[in-house]
């Protein structure tokens, strides 16, 4: 099977400091991957590197075949709205906070070339079942969610176009704990039933261990360690990582 | 007959960087080859490298040295050197592993927990559901306590979850550790039965039993791993 994402060679400095130092990785269809690190290590960089949201200095992205940073801005905004999905770690990034919960699910729809209303809001209302909204709030603004409702309607917002391939920046950071689980298991079985390709950014080693198939460990920009989720955990190799996975709290 | 899974030369050793690099060997040299419808039970004191073998079989520990072979669809895989995606594949479909303690998953019920490795191979959903509530009725596990994510249970009860979720699949090889460590007289003999169809049916079987008498029904020979201190 090829891969969906193919990264090489990525470099990128933000002046003294290596944000991307020789980063590979590949993505398959189906797979999830979690890029895990502590703050400053270059992991969102990295995420938003591979979304051709930021061009590398060096190095290069493919989907498909396709070098993400040489197609052009719109050939990329195709690819957000078609193939691809982004959840921001703040849902009001992601959302649109004056259009109602339906709307926010509809628009994506419509971007992707759906017409017909009443087929869209039928669509909209599923979805927001799915991620546990009741529909009867489709025409509330999500301005008045709470944090963990905003996030959940982000991630149907994002998945209702059926992407191939999403890209997740702390999904469950800022939320309680409480919240965090459900999102966490929301996005396990969604990501399940519908094979996505997700590539999760997170410094919550927990959630990494639920969701990922695979595991990158970055530091300074560098990836130190990657390879089958529960290997890394249980049997780390490099200094850093015996490090991280020996300072989170067993509950 | 050909062996459903071997090791070659396998050795273990754990390099403790944030004690000052100690450096700790476990394993060394391990030969040891299971054919289809063999259960072989490992032995050696409290400390040996049991666990630890265990562990590199199943690829959750990674290999010092030499290989694991799994016999998976038509060919042999060598757990140490596959890449991940192609581990998840052995483990779907060849490799099944109980483990001592349940990791639960908050909000997923007993039921879909036993399922899911049956729906992940390609069973109906609905099927799968059945036959995984079929395997807890048969370990005692009373329909009211289906429903439920099993964070609450017992250990006992969580452990039948686990032995549910391990032996639902059929899987041709299955490692159990410890797989009646904290099971009543009467669940004990559900496991010795469970392990003497699985056998019937061709899967090669490795476990750790503590319990001597659960080990000496359903092993066919014991495999001594014994300390390396003692060793060398």
Known sequence: MTALMTARGLELRFGAISALDDVALEIHPGEVVAIVGESGSGKTTLLRVLAGMMPPEAGQVLYRGEDVHAMGEAARRRLMRSDWGFVHQNPRDGLRLRVSAGGNVGERLMAAGARHYGNIRTEAAEWLQRVEIDPARMDDMPEKFSGGMQQRLQIARTLVTRPKLVFMDEPTGGLDVSVQARLLDLIRALVAELGLAVLIVTHDIAAARLLAHRMLVMRHGQVVEQGLTDRVLDDPQHPYTQLLVSSVLAA | ?232
């Open chain 2, 1 to 232: 007959m050909m062996p459903a899974i071997r090791t070659e030369n396998l050795g273990k050793t754990f390099t403790l960087h944030l004690q000052g690099g100690i450096r700790i060997p476990v394993l060394r040299s391990v030969e040891l080859g299971v054919a289809p419808g063999e259960c072989v039970a490992l032995s050696g004191p409290s400390g040996a490298g049991k666990s630890t073998l265990m562990r590199c079989l199943y690829g959750n520990y990674g290999a010092g040295t030499g290989h694991v072979w799994v016999r998976h669809a038509g060919r042999e895989v060598d757990i140490t050197s596959a890449d991940a995606r192609e581990v998840r594949a052995v483990r779907r479909d060849t490799l099944g592993y109980v483990s001592q303690f349940l990791r639960v998953i908050p909000r997923v019920p007993t039921v879909q927990i036993v399922a899911e490795p049956l729906m992940a191979r390609g069973l109906a959903r609905d099927a799968a559901l059945a036959h995984a509530a079929a395997l807890l009725a048969r370990l005692n596990l009373p329909a009211a306590l289906h429903g439920l994510p099993p964070a609450t249970f017992s250990g006992g009860e969580q452990q039948r979850v686990n032995l549910a979720r391990g032996f639902a699949p059929g899987y041709p090889v299955l490692l159990l550790d410890e797989p009646t460590a904290s099971l009543d007289a009467a669940n004990r003999e559900v496991v010795v039965a469970l392990i003497a169809e699985a056998k019937r049916a061709g899967t090669a079987i490795i476990g750790i039993f503590h319990d001597t008498e659960v080990r000496d029904r359903v092993a066919d020979r014991l495999f001594e791993v014994a300390p390396l201190q003692d060793a060398a």
